[in-house]
């Protein structure tokens, strides 16, 4: 049943960022559901719930993005981890505090991301590239409150 509830989970997110949010993009960009919904689950659930949910998300958004394969569930497992580990060692009960975290996390995959397609050799202009990496940060970290009180609600067998 939990491995159900992961699958639809990632599912509707996924759906809902590649179909529905593309209307509500801020200078090209739009918020990273799967990424939230990874770090959400990573406050309520065991570290080997969170990677199987991290894997199948990243795996999710690496058949539907561009750019390398695999880039998005090696960070997303990454991500995962860190929140766990981070949530054993500080308390993550405050909002602001759950907040500045996930704006954190949301900058540095936005700033690995953008990297590893200069690796790739995409040319990205300095400016357009700090201007996606922040404004989809901010742009996810505004909607991370959303996401966090539906992975609440959502029965995947928490801690």
């Given at each position: 049943m939990r491995i159900l509830n992961f699958l639809l989970t990632i599912t509707g997110f996924g759906i809902l960022e590649i179909t529905f949010l593309n209307y509500f993009k801020l200078f090209l960009v739009k918020p990273d559901l799967l990424?939230?919904?990874?770090i959400s689950v990573s406050l309520f659930l065991d570290l080997k719930s969170v990677l199987v949910f991290a894997i199948l998300s990243g795996i999710f958004?690496?058949?539907?993005?561009?750019?390398?394969f695999g880039i998005h569930t090696i960070l997303f497992c990454l991500w995962g981890f860190t929140m766990v580990e981070l949530s054993r060692k500080i308390s993550l009960d405050d909002n602001w505090m759950r907040l500045l975290v996930v704006l954190i996390v949301a900058l540095l995959d936005n700033i690995i991301l953008g990297l590893s397609r200069v690796y790739a050799g995409s040319v990205i202009p300095l400016g357009i590239f700090l201007r996606t990496v922040f404004l989809s940060s901010i742009y996810s970290t505004l909607f991370f409150p959303a996401v966090f009180q539906l992975i609440k609600r959502i029965p995947l067998n928490s801690r």
């Open positions: 990424l939230l919904g990874v958004k690496d058949v539907y993005s561009l750019g390398q």
